[in-house]
């Protein structure tokens, strides 16, 4: 199911959307600071940020995003409800925001629709290709593959969003939920066992093609 980061300094705020959220099935982690979040970014399918957070705020860490070129769909909490403020917060990057005092219903709903809207299904279909991230599995043609759950995490990533080319690191970051002091080597060698089961080669991929210079990216129709 999707994952979802949540970046509040209040503990309250926390504790009730995360409850909400994993009532859902959705995967939630969490962030009291923008430093927290901005090494959580990467691994998540769609963020929500609180406007006022101590040291980097929520329009900072939207504005980070894009510029790094994250494209996870973001809501903006904020206090903020004046038109001027709300057009000043879908400025930075965010796509939707929910003015406090909130009800979590109705921010569920919200993150239900961006995700609706950003393409994250819960079932991925592709030339052939079943992910059905439910059940946890995946079939070929008709014929289920025995992954590994690296190796799950790491096509679905990739399935996700097909036609974008995935750096070495941001898959680290994202798959193995690595610091950066991970080796690249590991997404290579893995890279290489899932090509086997999907029966791609790096000549003639059918699913995940190489990016010269820079990393991996799942074919597009």
Known sequence: MPTILVVDDDPAILEILRAYLQA????VFE???GQDARALLPRA???ILDWMLPGVSGAELAQDARRDGLTLPLLMLTARGEEEDKLRGLDTGVDDYVVKPFSPREVVARVRALLRR???QA???HGGLRIDLRAHTVTLDGAPLELSRLEFDLLTALAHHPGLAW???RLLERVWASDGSGTERVVDVHITALRRK???TSDAPRFIETVRGVGYRFRED
């Open 24 to 27: 859902e099935g959705h995967t």
């Open 31 to 33: 962030a009291a600071n």
């Open 45 to 47: 399918d769609l963020a």
């Open 118 to 120: 950003a393409g994250v």
């Open 123 to 125: 079932q991925v279909d």
């Open 167 to 169: 750096t070495r690191e």
């Open 198 to 200: 999907l029966g791609d």
